[in-house]
């Protein structure tokens, strides 16, 4: 009777260790942030649009926020560095920016947002030539990535939202 009792005291205990070490939610948690982070960056753009910079700038930092710990569990998502760039950029850290693209894209070099914003990145800092190479990665994706980033090259100047 002791080891019955020894044994169903091991597995429910065995059973409380494996649901508190399973994070059920471990993908759903990256992905609700990521997804977070994205609805504030939509809201700041509109924002932007509005002219009120201020505020959607502070939106700008809280998606961030909420990429950055995105990032800690999934350093090697290039749609998260993607954001966590232009987020970077949208609040005039350009440095910081490339950084992020970059590693985005030592990740996946072909990635239409990434060579996008970085070109786009490129045409606010006056480095056309590296935009325009960002613009030839993209010619043959016959995607918007490339038709956006070709107008705000020749458009240069022009406000970039």
């Known amino acids: 009777m002791k080891k019955i009792a020894i044994i169903l005291i091991s597995l429910i205990f065995s059973a409380n260790l494996m649901a508190a070490g399973s994070d059920s939610s471990g993908g759903d948690t990256k992905v609700s942030l990521y997804d977070e982070a994205v609805k504030l960056v939509k809201r700041a753009g509109k924002l932007e649009k509005k002219e009120k910079p201020d505020k959607a700038k502070k939106l700008y930092t809280q998606a961030f926020k909420k990429l950055e710990k995105a990032y800690k569990s999934d350093k090697k998502n290039p749609d998260i560095l993607n954001y966590m760039g232009f ?71 022009v406000k970039i939202y």
Do not use: M, S, W
């Open 87 to 157: 987020t970077t950029r949208k609040i005039g850290n350009f440095d910081q920016a490339e950084k992020f693209y970059l590693e985005g894209l030592g990740i996946k070099p072909n990635h239409n947002g990434i060579n996008e914003y970085l070109g786009e990145l490129y045409v606010q800092t006056n480095r056309l030539d590296k935009a325009n190479e960002r613009l030839n990665v993209l010619k043959n994706c016959n995607c918007k990535e490339f038709k956006e980033l070709e107008l705000i090259i020749k458009n240069k100047g």
